[in-house]
């Protein structure tokens, strides 16, 4: 499950208030207006429902009493899950609680997410996706999403509880400079790879994890390619293919 970043809610919000403010009110206009059909349509109301989803809410006040201090932060998606965010010393005994008081023993995936703005913009999208009223990237201040955070890279599991049908996503901030947590392999096994593939991407270590060789890259590959500094230098020297093969839309100027 993932989560939309704030600053696309941003976007998606300045986007729909500006289409909001172009429409031309209309004259005479009523909370209700009867069309031929005799149909009486309501004007929807603008204000947020709040939405409640209960399960979540017990979860997490579960979650609470367990954890105590340890929760840093939480937060609900009505229906769609429950995230919260622990110290990187605290993950493993996290992910222990959660499997045995919570009953969630289906181990989703692991990952991190380095929430630094990539320091080469947006080269690599298709010209028309790219603004040039943007704002420069390194004026933009990190933003974090669910739960927030504290430091650039932050470690991410998902587990499940099919007893009481609820996902929940564990986040844990990591230093920066050397990004390390303990191994969730004697809690979840399945997490083996996932381990694997965020240590050779990400550079994050997992200790007392027995086998941290490379999957895909070569065993003497020098840096973490899904770093946001790490450069493509394939799309530094060869321009993405998008950029340059835009072709016109039928009927339109070329």
């Known amino acids: 499950m993932s989560e939309i970043p704030e600053h696309l809610l941003k976007r998606a919000q300045a986007a729909r208030e500006k289409a909001e403010s172009s429409q031309e009110p209309t004259d005479n206009a009523s909370p209700t207006k009867e069309t031929n059909s005799q149909t009486t349509v309501a004007v929807a109301d603008e204000s947020p429902i709040q939405e409640i989803d209960e399960k979540a809410e017990e979860i997490l006040e579960r979650i609470s009493k367990g954890l105590g201090q340890k929760l840093i932060s939480s937060h609900i998606a009505p229906n769609r899950g429950l995230w919260i965010r622990v110290s990187s010393d605290d993950w493993r005994e996290t992910a222990q609680f959660l499997r045995d008081q919570l009953d969630c023993r289906f181990f989703d995936w692991l990952s991190v997410i380095d929430w630094m703005p990539s320091p080469y913009g947006r080269e690599l999208e298709t010209e028309q996706d790219v603004d040039s009223q943007a704002e420069r990237i390194e004026d933009q201040p990190i933003e974090w999403g669910y739960t927030g955070g504290k ?30 947590a303990l191994s969730l392999i004697p809690v979840y096994p399945g997490a083996n790879w996932h381990e694997r593939e965020a240590r050779e991407m990400f550079g994050v270590t997992f200790d007392e994890h027995p086998d941290l060789r490379n999957i895909y890259l070569p065993g003497d590959f020098e840096g973490h390619p899904l770093r946001k500094d790490y450069p493509l230098l394939s799309r530094r020297i060869k321009p993405w293919p998008g950029i340059v093969d835009v072709e016109a839309m039928p009927g339109e100027e070329k």
């Open 151 to 180: 430091t650039r890279f932050q470690l991410i599991t998902r587990v499940y509880s099919i007893s009481l049908g609820i996902g929940v996503m564990v986040k844990a901030d990591l230093d920066d400079h050397n990004p390390r």
